[in-house]
């Protein structure tokens, strides 16, 4: 039985970019669904869709996006707030990672959204993960 389907979606797309793959299942949910949308808005990755499975089980194709030396885009993605021990952020400590460089992934009241988003709407909520 699996816990934290959100850390079992970010390890797929790390074991994917680092196979260099073409292309990842993840198991769905509307979280995960909204973690990958920011990772798409971000160009982390190419694109996905929502692919309905037998047993009305929902999965998550991802595209993963490569750079012109056929790097992965996305050089590190971590798991932040865990089962365990959550991490909660107001908008202004979320205002900036690796100078701007990098995406934090915040689960707020608005939906799951970049930083940047939730420093414009001044909401915080949940830290779900880090990508650069």
């Given at each position: 039985?699996?816990?934290?389907?959100?850390?079992?979606?970010?390890?797929?797309?790390?074991?994917?970019?680092?196979?260099?793959?073409?292309?990842?299942?993840l198991l769905h949910s509307k979280t995960v669904e909204g973690v990958v949308t920011v990772l798409q808005a971000k160009e982390y990755v190419?694109?996905?869709?929502?692919?309905?499975?037998?047993?009305?089980?929902?999965?998550?194709?991802?595209?993963?996006?490569?750079?012109?030396?056929?790097?992965?885009?996305?050089?590190e993605i971590t798991r932040v707030s865990k089962p365990g021990r959550r991490v909660y952020k107001n908008a202004s400590e979320i205002k900036n990672f690796k100078n701007g460089y990098g995406t934090?992934?915040?689960?707020?009241?608005?939906?799951?959204?970049?930083?940047?988003?939730?420093f414009a709407a001044n909401v915080g909520g949940e830290v779900l993960c880090t990508v650069w």
């Open positions: 039985m699996m816990n934290d389907i959100i850390a079992d979606a970010l390890t797929r797309i790390r074991n994917a970019a680092s196979r260099k793959l073409d292309t990842t299942t190419e694109s996905f869709n929502v692919v309905e499975g037998d047993n009305n089980k929902k999965t998550i194709n991802v595209v993963l996006k490569y750079d012109d030396n056929e790097n992965s885009v996305i050089n934090i992934i915040v689960s707020t009241n608005k939906g799951v959204i970049a930083n940047d988003e939730a």
